[in-house]
């Protein structure tokens, strides 16, 4: 008998062709659905990863494998990233639940109940290989680029990596689904990916207006000005905006206008054309570095990832302080917004150095 591993079913079919394939491999697998608790989607609604819908499916699959399973009530958990995902738009951030939620809840909160059932790790259906560096691990993009979830875990601590499996790491996408029908598991081989944020089931500004004060500064009217401070028109909320958004701003123009940037506090957003979204220099905290620590001021040339379907843009990285680090890009990149995550990749190897929160980002490279 293998070790004793906590496999995180979503219901969909990537996560159930992991945990059978550790079954397979002789481990002892015990199935866990992480219930939110807020999840409202109706059936056969395109949906999160959290839904009534999912956590029947996930426990049909525990079934078909024969393997333990438990439903975790999550909904204090899930309370804690709903009130980030808040607060980040409060104050003019884009937040990135989802990569929260994998250190957080996914791989953190799981850890914590593995250890009481005497597990070793836990596994889970994430795209991506783990890979020795030195003496720690890193992550490296998995055999199907366009699968690749790097991204979302880069956030995970050396202690956290090292108790993770990510059995699909070395497969495609469509090979999965055909592993999924092999093993007669046709609820799920065909199910299409979560595209939604789980708790959020219809428009994220609702869940604003329900969580923040109704005087907040970020859901009052306010204007609407351009890059050059003239007023084009009139808002209801400056937190219902989003950096890059075209439609919903509702302002008549020759040419199209995008958010350029909004400030909450003093109830403004700022748009402008599409060429003005691209910035040179962006400005990461709370790092987790998975790659060996650099010197404080030394610069190394990488490649950094601002959003989880995104390309790698080339450029210069540069640690600024403990937990800080500054990355200069070659060219100019669009929609790099304070609030998502930032990793940064080695360019020879294509594996991981360090994630970081985007909290600042400007459009001329500052020395």
Not at 157 to 176: F, M, Y
Request: a neutral charge.
């Amino acid at each position: 008998m293998g070790e004793r591993v906590v496999a995180c079913l979503s219901g969909g079919v990537d996560s159930s062709v992991a945990a059978s394939l550790l079954v397979e491999a002789g481990h002892d697998v015990i199935g866990v659905f992480m219930r939110s608790g807020v999840s409202t989607h109706a059936q056969g609604e395109q949906q999160g990863c959290c839904s009534v819908e999912d956590a029947l499916d996930a426990r049909r699959v525990a079934d078909q494998l024969g393997i333990p399973f438990y439903a975790l009530n999550m909904e204090q958990a899930f309370g804690k990233l709903i009130d980030r995902f808040v607060a980040d738009y409060a104050k003019g951030w884009t937040p990135n639940p989802c990569v929260l939620c994998n250190r957080w809840l996914k791989v953190g909160h799981v850890l914590q109940f593995a250890r009481k059932l005497g597990a070793q790790k836990v596994a889970t259906g994430h795209y991506a290989r783990l890979v020795p560096r030195g003496e720690r691990l890193t992550l490296a993009r998995p055999v199907d680029a366009a699968k690749d979830q790097s991204y979302v875990l880069a956030v995970l601590e050396q202690s956290q990596l090292r108790d993770l499996l990510l059995p699909l790491g070395e497969l495609t996408k469509p090979r999965v689904r055909e592993l999924a029908r092999e093993r007669g598991l046709d609820r799920v081989a065909g199910k299409r990916d979560s595209q939604e944020i789980c708790f959020v089931p219809g428009d994220y500004r609702q869940l604003l207006r329900e969580k923040l004060p109704a005087d907040a500064p970020a859901l009052q009217p306010g204007e609407i000005q351009d890059l050059d401070g003239q007023v084009l028109g009139r808002h209801e909320g400056a937190a219902t905006f989003t950096i890059g958004q075209r439609k919903g701003i509702g302002i008549p123009a020759k040419h199209p206008l995008y958010v350029q940037r909004t400030d909450p506090g003093k109830r403004l957003v700022v748009v402008g054309p599409s060429e003005r979204l691209g910035r040179r220099q962006l400005e990461a905290a709370d790092v987790t570095w998975l790659g060996a620590l650099p010197p404080v001021g030394e610069r190394l040339r990488a490649r950094a990832q601002v959003r989880a379907h995104g390309r790698a843009h080339p450029g210069w990285v540069e640690r600024t302080a403990e937990q800080a680090f500054r990355f200069v890009f070659d060219d100019d990149v669009q929609a790099v917004v304070p609030g998502q995550a930032v990793v940064v990749y080695d360019e020879p190897d294509a594996q991981v150095l360090m994630s970081g929160w985007i909290h600042h980002v400007a459009e001329q490279a500052v020395a």
